[in-house]
Structure formats: structure tokens, C-alpha cells
């Protein structure tokens, strides 16, 4: 976790992100580590638990962080923590909280709010269309002899 921390505070100096840090272990090791990068590469997805799981990914040449744990120095959003569960490692530890990083002015609870709300409500306006397309690829993927499911 002090590593996590360090990335983070590092991050500030150098301007490249936000407060933010991670890191990904397997076996008491840190495999792969991740800063915010969302102002340097200009992509709102780079916060530090995506970047430390692309990194981890690459290193274990695998989709999936099969007995690794993630350290994050603050509770992931719910984008990271959608990716989190998507990577399935197998414990989250983390170290200020989302009300910690709200009160510095990184508020999601608006997107936890979102996300439970109907989609004519939410603030994006959000429709579904070609829905029958869209389910013709389903069934070329459930027929599919060389899919790798995950």
C-alpha cells in the first residue's frame, strides 16, 4: 500500500495526473504499478487502477489477475472498480475513502447515482437502438467453437 501511496504523491509533483496510485501483487511482489494519467495521455479511463491492470495484464500475458491483489491508495470509482472485477483478482485493499477523495474535489457519487437510474432519467441522454442487430452478434459468439469465454 505505501507504494500505492507513493505513486500518488509522486503523481501530484509531477503533473501528470491526479492523486492517484496502485499497485498489482502476485506472490508478495508487485508485478505491475499505475499513476493517473488522465491529463498527460488525455483519456478519462487512464486512472491508476486501469493503468496498474493494463500493466499487470501485459506482465502475466494473461486477461485476468488470477491470484493477485490490487492496492489502491484511495477506494476505486466505479469505473475501476468495474475493471477490478473484470481483471477478478483475488483481494482489493484500499486507503482514503470515496468521501476522502470528494472532499478534494473527486466526487463520483454522482455516477453511483447514475448508474442506478433509469435510463430516460439519467443526466446522458441514453437510448438503445438496433437491439436486434446487436443480438445477432450474441448468437454468432454463443455458436462460436473458437471463443475464449471470460
Known amino acids: 500500500m505505501a507504494e500505492a501511496i507513493r505513486l500518488a504523491t509522486e503523481n501530484i509533483s509531477s503533473g501528470l495526473g491526479g492523486p492517484f496510485g496502485a499497485v498489482v501483487v502476485k506472490n508478495g511482489e508487485i508485478i505491475a504499478r499505475g499513476a493517473n494519467k488522465v491529463i498527460c495521455d488525455n483519456d478519462p479511463t487512464a486512472h491508476a487502477e486501469v493503468v496498474a491492470i493494463r500493466e499487470a495484464c501485459k506482465a502475466l500475458n494473461s486477461f485476468q489477475l488470477d491470484d493477485c491483489e490490487?492496492?489502491?491508495?484511495?477506494?476505486?470509482?466505479?469505473?475501476?472498480?468495474?475493471?477490478?472485477?473484470?481483471?477478478?483478482?483475488?483481494?482489493?485493499?484500499?486507503?482514503?475513502?470515496?468521501?476522502?477523495?470528494?472532499?478534494?474535489?473527486?466526487?463520483?457519487?454522482?455516477?453511483?447515482?447514475?448508474?442506478?437510474?433509469?435510463?430516460?432519467?439519467?443526466?446522458?441522454?441514453?437510448?438503445?437502438?438496433?437491439?436486434?442487430?446487436?443480438?445477432?452478434?450474441?448468437?454468432?459468439?454463443?455458436?462460436?467453437?473458437?471463443?475464449?469465454?471470460y
Not at 490490487?70 to 475501476?80: A, K, L, Q
Not at 475493471?83 to 476522502?100: E, S, T, V
Not at 442487430?133 to 454468432?140: D, L, P, Q, R
Request: glycine residues 4%; aromatic residues 14%; contains cysteine.
Open 70 to 149: 490490487i492496492y489502491c491508495s484511495c477506494e476505486p470509482c466505479p469505473m475501476c472498480l468495474g475493471a477490478i472485477y473484470w481483471a477478478r483478482p483475488a483481494r482489493i485493499f484500499f486507503a482514503a475513502g470515496r468521501y476522502d477523495a470528494a472532499d478534494a474535489g473527486f466526487d463520483d457519487h454522482f455516477i453511483y447515482k447514475e448508474i442506478g437510474t433509469e435510463l430516460n432519467e439519467r443526466k446522458i441522454p441514453t437510448n438503445q437502438i438496433l437491439r436486434n442487430e446487436a443480438i445477432e452478434v450474441f448468437k454468432v459468439w454463443k455458436e462460436s467453437d473458437i471463443k475464449i469465454p
